[in-house]
Nanobody, 125 residues
Framework: QVQLVESGGGLVQAEGSLRLSCVAS????????LGWFRQAPGKEREFAAA????????YYADSVKGRFTISKDNAKNTVYLQMNSLKPEDTAVYYC??????????????????WGQGTQVTVSS
């Protein structure tokens, strides 16, 4: 059973930085993609960034491109989301998710069967 555990959220001032971590366990992740999604109060869950486990290809939403960086450490089974130049509109619960490559699209939350519990990120102005 795949398990994903996020950490690293918190309260930060605008223009500050945070690094989120997602520890993945329960299987080997060859052939998988891992993504970060976020959900603000009253809004739908939206794609932020994704990475392929085997070769590290990355994808970003336009809203975070140039400010967020997704990376992975295969030895630690961990995916990171480095968030710089944070804005109040980045405030949300951030979720880590996993899917197999052939299952849908990297930006579609419906394509991800496995999810972590989420970590709150709050950016004050």
């Amino acid at each position: 059973q795949v398990q994903l555990v996020e950490s690293g959220g918190g309260l930060v001032q605008a223009e500050g930085s945070l690094r989120l971590s997602c520890v993945a366990s329960g299987r080997t992740f060859g052939g998988y993609g891992l993504g970060w999604f976020r959900q603000a109060p009253g809004k739908e869950r939206e794609f932020a960034a994704a990475i392929t486990w085997d070769n590290g290809i990355t994808y970003y939403a336009d809203s975070v491109k140039g400010r967020f960086t997704i990376s992975k450490d295969n030895a630690k089974n961990t995916v990171y989301l480095q968030m710089n130049s944070l804005k109040p509109e980045d405030t949300a619960v951030y979720y880590c998710a996993a899917r197999t490559y052939y299952n849908g699209r990297y930006y579609n939350p419906q394509s991800y069967p496995y999810w972590g519990q989420g970590t709150q990120v709050t950016v004050s102005s």
